[in-house]
């Protein structure tokens, strides 16, 4: 669905919501600039880069949307308050990535939990893609899946053996790729943060490169009041 301030597209079986607002900021290459030049850290156990704090004052010209798309898409009544806002660049090699960091992810289990994604990099950099677990359908992993889902994907790795080391970006015997976004530069993807997902690393011979070749992003993550 488009209208005249963002795409609504619905994907897999459940229909999940994901809405894609292009040129979302209007001064996007100061962003980049700022986030090429802080300080970055260790980005956490599961993600394969590196994050530097982000002022999410940046997200207050577009509030208003912002709110209408949090309220009528996601059905956040009450609206959302911002949990943390990050930038972010991939870091690591394919052959240095841990399983799982090798097959689709999950923000965590919580409905109430959106991610706001940025592209401060260009389509050449790959964007994001969703999943299906064929063996049990889950595209989305509540509290109530978790441990049907983990029991299924120890299973499936004795089965199948541990995913390659690279990045992943189609469909295998385990997944099931159900949508993709297409990065653009200054483009913002809003989805709930369950929902089986991965970025696509389309350039990886750019990791650990120079900085301004590097697949760069503004994460926000926001829970329902």
Do not use: W
């Not at 207050?60 to 959302?80: C, E, H, M």
Request: proline share 6%; charged share 20%.
């Amino acid at each position: 669905m488009q209208n005249k301030d963002y795409t609504l597209i619905k994907l897999g079986n459940e229909e999940f919501p994901v809405a894609i607002i292009d040129d979302f900021s209007e001064a996007p290459e100061t962003l980049r600039e700022t986030g090429l030049n802080s300080h970055y850290s260790k980005g956490g156990r599961h993600y394969p880069g590196h994050r530097a704090p982000a002022s999410a004052s940046y997200l207050k010209p577009q509030n208003t949307l912002l709110q209408s798309i949090i309220r009528d898409v996601f059905g956040f009544r009450n609206g959302a308050a911002i949990i943390e806002c990050n930038y972010s660049i991939v870091t690591t090699p394919p052959s240095a990535l841990t399983p799982i960091q090798r097959i689709p992810h999950f923000d965590g289990t919580m409905p109430d939990n959106l991610a706001l994604l940025h592209y401060l990099c260009d389509e050449e950099e790959g964007g994001t893609s969703f999943y299906r677990h064929r063996s049990t359908g889950f595209e989305s992993i509540t509290q109530e899946r978790l441990k049907t889902y983990d029991s299924s994907l120890q299973s499936e790795i004795k089965k199948y053996g541990m995913p390659k080391s690279e990045y992943f970006s189609n469909s295998n015997k385990m997944f099931e790729k159900i949508g993709h976004v297409e990065a653009k530069f200054n483009r913002m993807v809003i989805y709930n943060g369950l929902h089986l997902h991965s970025g696509n690393i389309n350039q990886p011979q750019n990791i650990g490169g120079a900085p301004q070749n590097a697949r760069m992003t503004l994460n926000t993550f926001m829970r329902a009041k």
